[in-house]
Nanobody, 125 residues
């Protein structure tokens, strides 16, 4: 059974940093693509960063140069390092996984079928 559990959210001021973690279990990372998504109140869920099983990354334009997705296979943990945070980054952040090869690197949440419960990030000005 695939399980994803996020942690590391919190409240920071503009310009601050946070690192989100996603503990994964129940699957082999070599066969899955993973990603981070976020959803603010009243807005649609959007893709933030994705990581293919081959280690390729993709980012939303709004976070390029500020966010970094990475994975520690030994710890079965996916990370999202977030720097230079802005108030518009405020949202609930979710990690997700998919075994669908067609979804590799995609920021479209419809491709992902395993989700964590999310962790809240609040950036104040």
């Amino acid at each position: 059974q695939v399980q994803l559990v996020e942690s590391g959210g919190g409240s920071v001021q503009t310009g601050g940093s946070l690192r989100l973690s996603c503990a994964t279990s129940g699957y082999t990372s070599a066969r899955y693509s993973t990603g981070w998504f976020r959803q603010a109140p009243g807005k649609e869920r959007e893709g933030v960063a994705a990581l293919t099983s081959d280690g390729l990354t993709s980012y939303a334009d709004s976070v390029k140069g500020r966010f970094t997705i990475s994975q520690d296979n030994a710890k079965n943990t996916l990370y999202l390092q977030m720097n230079a945070l802005k108030p518009e980054d405020t949202a609930r952040y979710y990690c997700a996984a998919t075994r669908n090869r067609l979804a590799a690197g995609s920021l479209n949440f419809n491709w992902y079928n395993y989700w964590g419960q999310g962790t809240q990030v609040t950036v104040s000005s």
